[in-house]
Nanobody, 115 residues
Framework: QVQLVESGGGLVQAGGSLRLSCAAS????????MGWYRQAPGKQRELVAS???????NYADSVKGRFTISRDNAKNTVYLQMNSLKPEDTAVYYC?????????WGRGTQVTVSS
């Protein structure tokens, strides 16, 4: 089992920045990739960014150039630095961890961007 706890969400004005954190515990040695997903009201959950254990990152087109995912393996934590936020970035952001056999989710953190 892997447990994930997100933090760092909140309310910010358009153009502002937020940094999300996700701390992993449990069978962390089994984790391969970690990532951030988001779900806006009435929409499906979508991938925002992911990062492998080796540090290779992948981003949704909508956030490229604005968001940066990073991973501190010593702290078992993954971060999402979000800059130049837009109202359409408003969503619940979920942390995800992938092992060979399972996918784990955090409870989510709300990000609200006002115009």
């Amino acid at each position: 089992q892997v447990q994930l706890v997100e933090s760092g969400g909140g309310l910010v004005q358009a153009g502002g920045s937020l940094r999300l954190s996700c701390a992993a515990s449990g069978n962390i040695f089994r984790i391969n990739a970690m990532g951030w997903y988001r779900q806006a009201p009435g929409k499906q959950r979508e991938l925002v960014a992911s990062i492998t254990s080796g540090g290779s990152a992948n981003y949704a087109d909508s956030v490229k150039g604005r968001f940066t995912i990073s991973r501190d393996n010593a702290k078992n934590t993954v971060y999402l630095q979000m800059n130049s936020l837009k109202p359409e970035d408003t969503a619940v952001y979920y942390c995800n961890a992938q092992t060979i056999v399972a996918s784990y989710w955090g409870r989510g953190t709300q990000v609200t961007v006002s115009s």
